[in-house]
T-cell receptor, first 114, second 111 residues
Framework: GENVEQHPSTLSVQEGDSAVIKCTYS??????FPWYKQELGKRPQLIID?????GEKKDQRIAVTLNKTAKHFSLHITETQPEDSAVYFC?????????????FGQGTILTVHP | NAGVTQTPKFQVLKTGQSMTLQCAQD?????MSWYRQDPGMGLRLIHY???????DQGEVPNGYNVSRSTTEDFPLRLLSAAPSQTSVYFC??????????FGNGTRLTVT
C-alpha cells in the first residue's frame, strides 16, 4: 500500500520567517495531496490541497508544490505568525474508488516564536 | 448544518468491554470514514464507506466493525476493547471522497 514519509518531525522558526515541510510518497498512482492543520485538542482542518495535474498551488501565505517524478510534495508557509503554531499533516490518496482513502504522514510540530 | 458530530467526546473502557462510537453528518455526504490518531503516527484509516450499505476496510481494521444503514450515520463498534485501542478516533465525511470534513473526535482510553 501507500506509504507517506513526512519531515521534519519538529520545526521551530521565528515570527516572520518561512517554514517548509516535506513529504514523500511511494505509490505513483497517488493523485491527491492535502495538507491538514491540527491545533492542540482540535480536529484536523484542511488548509490546502493539490491534485497531480497541477505543480503548484497558492493561497495567501500558504503554498504547496508537487514533484510527481520524484514523488514528493512540500508545504510552504511564508511570513509565519504565532497562530501558525500547530501540527501539520500531509496525506496522499489514489483516485477512483479509493479516492477518499487517505494515507497520512506522521506530522510536523511547527512552533513559531514571537 | 452541524457538520460531523461524534459522541461521546471521552470514554474509558475496561479490557474486554464493547462499545459503539457514534458518528452522524447532516450534509448528505456519501463518503464517510473512521481514522484513529496515535502519537507520532499520524492518522490511520480504520474503515470506509462510499454510501449506505457499502463499507470497506482501511489500514487498521482489526478489532473494529462498521455498518452503514443510512447516509447520515456511520457507527464504529469495538467488539472486545484492548489497551492497544487507546487512541483518539476521528470520523470524517465528504461529498465526493475528498476533501475530508472531520468531526471533533472521541478520546478513548482502555484500561
Amino acid at each position: 500500500g501507500e506509504n507517506v514519509e513526512q519531515h521534519p518531525s519538529t520545526l521551530s522558526v521565528q515570527e516572520g520567517d518561512s517554514a517548509v515541510i516535506k513529504c514523500t510518497y511511494s505509490d505513483s498512482a497517488s493523485n491527491y495531496f492535502p495538507w491538514y492543520k491540527q491545533e492542540l485538542g482540535k480536529r484536523p482542518q484542511l488548509i490546502i490541497d493539490i491534485r497531480s495535474n497541477v505543480g503548484e498551488k497558492k493561497d495567501q501565505r500558504i503554498a504547496v508544490t508537487l514533484n510527481k517524478t520524484a514523488k514528493h510534495f512540500s508545504l510552504h508557509i511564508t511570513e509565519t505568525q504565532p497562530e501558525d503554531s500547530a501540527v501539520y499533516f500531509c496525506a496522499a490518496s489514489i483516485g477512483g474508488t479509493s479516492y477518499g482513502k487517505l494515507t497520512f504522514g506522521q506530522g510536523t510540530i511547527l512552533t513559531v516564536h514571537p | 448544518n452541524a457538520g460531523v458530530t461524534q459522541t461521546p467526546k471521552f470514554q474509558v473502557l475496561k479490557t474486554g468491554q464493547s462499545m459503539t462510537l457514534q458518528c452522524a453528518q447532516d450534509m448528505n455526504h456519501e463518503y464517510m470514514s473512521w481514522y484513529r490518531q496515535d502519537p507520532g503516527m499520524g492518522l490511520r484509516l480504520i474503515h470506509y464507506s462510499v454510501g449506505a450499505g457499502i463499507t470497506d476496510q482501511g489500514e487498521v481494521p482489526n478489532g473494529y466493525n462498521v455498518s452503514r444503514s443510512t447516509t447520515e450515520d456511520f457507527p464504529l463498534r469495538l467488539l472486545s476493547a484492548a489497551p492497544s485501542q487507546t487512541s483518539v478516533y476521528f470520523c470524517a465525511s465528504s461529498p465526493t471522497g475528498v476533501p475530508l470534513h472531520f468531526g471533533n473526535g472521541t478520546r478513548l482510553t482502555v484500561t
